[in-house]
């Protein structure tokens, strides 16, 4: 048993995979509404629990308030149980630490649930400390609104600020939710993530397919639409080898598809991916990442492989 890991904390390290809910409601960058609606969003739902997935991770801020209402719906049209996580936003008017509890108890309202399983600061940068906000964190889990305390994006002075503020409340923190993928590695190499596994916080990965670029259906010629297509542009033409040696490798493991093995690596690397799905064949798609395990030497090659893309 690791001791670093808190009892409080320890049912995370043990969800190996998750369920990420921005598509559901999210027009901006996800066009929500044009080539996908509520009932792909529960079929995507649906299909993950069938799956044997039981951790869905949202934020007040998703499609403004409809992932998390949509998630709601899908709660009470199941009995099984379903681990939720979803996240505050430190909007510059938010002034006080009452306006956390104030959040949460909305978070709530919208989930239609009596706590969450794990809430997370969305992001570090606010006007209230984040001393501040970790206090208004212990009272939420004093009060019974939420199980564990997490945090987003955070780097490691912010990180190490939140676990010292909270462990004076003793209270651990859970977990960080970072940017992770094949293509976006900056947590390996700037120490994040082995300071997290030192401090048995759970890295919960996110974007791990690279918002779908790991899944080889975007090329040049077919970008990803809207936003994504302009951010990925250059990046589109380098991600060729990589996604060869995917394609080999799943094979190698009776089909696999790039997409199971961009997640399966995540995996391997210690971390919990939670991957976007749009509707019922992405989500299905996605949870045959697990059940099985890429070798150390897939993993290295892997690696290699995405060190020659990304300096
Ligand atoms: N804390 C934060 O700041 C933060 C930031 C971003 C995300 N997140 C969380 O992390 C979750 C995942 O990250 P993400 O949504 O940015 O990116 P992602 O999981 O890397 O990519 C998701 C997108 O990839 C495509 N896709 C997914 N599964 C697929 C499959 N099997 N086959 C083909 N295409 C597939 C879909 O888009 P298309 O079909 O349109 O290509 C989907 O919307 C989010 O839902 C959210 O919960 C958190």
């Given at each position: 048993m690791d001791e670093t890991i808190s009892s409080e904390t320890r049912f995370l390290h043990a969800v190996e995979f998750g369920l990420g809910a921005w598509q559901w409601g999210d027009r901006l960058i996800w066009q929500y509404g044009q080539s996908y609606d509520e009932d792909d969003c529960r079929a995507a739902f649906e299909g993950s629990l069938a799956a044997g997935i039981r951790f869905v991770d949202t934020a007040e801020v998703y499609g403004s308030g409809r992932s998390e209402r949509l998630l709601g719906q899908f709660l009470k049209e199941t009995d099984q149980p379903v681990l939720v996580a979803t996240k505050y936003f430190p909007f510059p008017w938010r002034l006080t630490k009452k306006s956390l509890i104030k959040a949460l108890k909305g978070s709530l309202e919208r989930i239609g649930v009596e706590a969450v399983d794990l809430y997370q600061i969305?992001?570090?940068?606010?006007?209230?400390?984040i001393e501040s906000l970790m206090e208004a964190m212990a009272e939420a889990v004093e009060e019974g609104l939420t199980r564990t305390v997490g945090v987003s994006n955070f780097n490691q002075t912010q990180m190490l600020r939140a676990y010292s503020a909270l462990a004076r409340k003793n209270v651990p923190l859970a977990s960080n939710q970072l940017t992770y993928s094949l293509l976006n590695r900056g947590i390996e190499k700037d120490g994040l993530m082995a300071r997290c596994k030192e401090l048995g916080i759970r890295v919960i990965a996110y974007s791990p397919i690279e918002k779908g670029l790991?899944?080889?259906?975007?090329?040049v010629e077919n970008p990803p639409p809207g936003i994504r297509g302009r951010r990925y542009a250059d990046l589109l033409p380098k991600i060729v080898p990589l996604l060869k040696l995917m394609t080999e490798i799943g094979q190698e493991h009776g089909g696999k598809s790039k997409t199971q093995v961009a997640l399966n690596w995540c995996i391997c690397k210690g971390t919990l991916p939670i991957p976007g799905a749009k509707n019922a064949a992405q989500a299905e798609e996605n949870a045959g990442a697990l059940g099985w395990h890429l070798t150390e030497e897939e993993v290295e090659k892997l690696d290699r492989a995405s060190a020659a893309i990304v300096k």
């Open positions: 969305h992001q570090p940068y606010s006007l209230l400390s790991l899944t080889g259906k975007y090329y």
